[in-house]
């Protein structure tokens, strides 16, 4: 068997054939599989699944681990605001609307340690003000162009 492949072997080191393990109606057929071959797969193949399986593992258990309790403390706060917002619907704010005329409304259910945080205005933010919008034509085009390059690499 070649070390460098993504495709699956025989018993003697050629492609699998799946059709020889399956019934008319595409259903795996046990004898068949017994008579024929076991999978073989080549170590990169092999190595490509346990360390994708590994790197997934890794990455729930550190995000569980070291963000746990922050991601449990919003999803509790998101839940009761939810809860205590029901039946009103979501208006953005602007600016004119706003007594403060910051844009921003002034919570009144947050700890107070988070007031200063929920009001501010992030630096990406602050930053980002000082261009237009891009036009929605924009993000279609590249949609549709991303769609005929991956449609033409693909066939």
Known sequence: MPILSSAV??????????SKILTKNFLFDEEAYHRYSRVFLPIT???SYALQFAALTALISHTALWHG????RQWRRSWAEIRSSKGSNYE???PETEPNGSGYRQSTTSEPALEDLL???DVHNRLMKR?????????LMTGVSMTAIGIFVVE
């Open 9 to 18: 072997f025989d018993n003697r080191s050629r492609p699998y054939d799946v």
């Open 45 to 47: 193949y092999v190595l």
């Open 69 to 72: 309790k922050d991601i449990v």
């Open 92 to 94: 953005p704010l602007s």
């Open 119 to 121: 009001n501010a205005e």
């Open 131 to 139: 261009y237009d919008d891009v036009p929605i034509f924009w993000y």
